[in-house]
């Protein structure tokens, strides 16, 4: 707008757009014009019409007829499910739901995973080392290191809290677990409440259904209180078992209720930290409005969190995959 008396206009049209009303239909009784207002009132319309489409003299019949043929594209359903909080979607949209999941985890499939090693023989040159080992030579060039690509894939563990208050978000935060299995990550998958369970060959099961099944079937803590110190305890005993890798990043889901010491989850939750590239953990209750950190045991696990995320949406699921992607 370049004029004040062009505010009203602005103000009719805006409202004639997003109410989807046709322009200049009225069917209001109340509001119809008088028919008999004649040629000059039609000359008004006309220059009314003519500013908001730039002076160009488009009449407005010509205006209520492209308005009428333009595509309406103001609703999406999947939109709405991204935005709908997890809790909520009915089980009948879980089609739909592992759609959307798969959408926002395949670019997690083209990473760069290749990184190089020294070799005896091979085509690429590691001029880094070159130049090291041919300073004693006074700069002259005696000694051509080789290296040749390895595939390198850091690991990654998730630990999904299966207790009674993360009940509701179960089926889709497992339904995201399982997606990440079907790309090559090396992916190990855990469920606690008062112990820890390894699920990871049973998230492979091809029928999501059949898989809920037989981790409840071995989960039977499922829905019980939660004990996160001690089942963090497990885990690290079985990490320092193995072969206990640096690079490892460990994503906890869980809304922070625990009912164990509070002193053995801060024990536990430093030694986890040690030993693990990154942690990050997702909270289902952080995307509600004025939610505070307040129980007891997300406020001892804070300190230790590297990225402390919502889990709450399809769009929270999202920034949490792009999140993995850059730590990748």
């Known amino acids: 707008m370049k004029r004040s008396e062009e505010i009203p206009l602005f ?15 009225n069917k209001d009784a109340g509001h119809e014009e008088d028919e008999e207002k004649g040629a000059a009132d039609d000359g008004a319309k006309e220059t009314t019409f003519a ?6 003299g488009v009449s407005e019949s010509q205006e209520v007829r492209a308005w009428n043929e333009r595509p309406y594209c103001l609703y999406s359903p999947l939109e709405t499910l991204k935005r709908q909080d997890l809790a909520s979607i009915p089980v009948e949209n879980d089609a739909q739901l592992a759609r959307l999941i798969r959408s926002i985890i395949r670019p997690l499939a083209h990473y760069p995973r290749w990184q190089k090693r020294d070799a005896a023989s091979g085509l690429s040159i590691d001029f880094r080392k070159m130049l ?12 051509l290191p080789r290296q040749k690509p390895k595939l390198k894939v850091k690991k990654i ?6 207790s009674g208050s993360m009940n509701p978000y179960l089926r889709s935060m497992l339904s995201f677990i399982k997606e990440f299995q079907r790309i090559n990550l090396r992916v190990e998958t855990y469920v606690f409440a008062t112990r820890l369970h390894r699920i990871t060959e049973l998230r492979r ?3 999501f259904a059949r898989a809920l099944e037989s981790i409840a079937a071995t989960a039977q803590d499922w829905g019980g209180g939660t004990r996160i110190g001690e089942c963090l305890g497990h ?6 078992a193995g072969s206990a890798e640096n690079s490892m990043l460990v994503v906890i889901y869980s809304d922070g209720w625990d009912r164990g010491d509070a002193r053995e989850l801060n024990t536990q939750m430093s030694r986890l930290r ?10 289902p209750l952080l995307g509600g409005r004025g939610y505070e950190p307040t129980c007891r045991g997300m406020r001892t696990a804070l300190p230790y969190i590297d990225f402390f995320l919502p ?18």
């Open 11 to 25: 103000d009719h049209l805006f409202n004639q757009f997003w109410s989807l009303e046709t322009l200049g239909v």
């Open 132 to 143: 090291r080992k041919n300073l004693q030579h006074g700069g002259e060039v005696y000694e």
């Open 51 to 56: 500013l908001w489409a730039g002076e160009v």
């Open 274 to 283: 040690r030993r693990c590239y990154k942690l990050l953990w997702i909270n």
């Open 205 to 207: 099961t091809p029928l």
């Open 235 to 240: 885990f690290n005993a079985l990490r320092e």
């Open 311 to 328: 889990g709450h949406n399809i769009r929270s699921l999202d920034r949490l995959a792009r999140t993995i992607h850059a730590l990748l």
């Open 157 to 162: 563990a998730f630990l999904c809290d299966v």
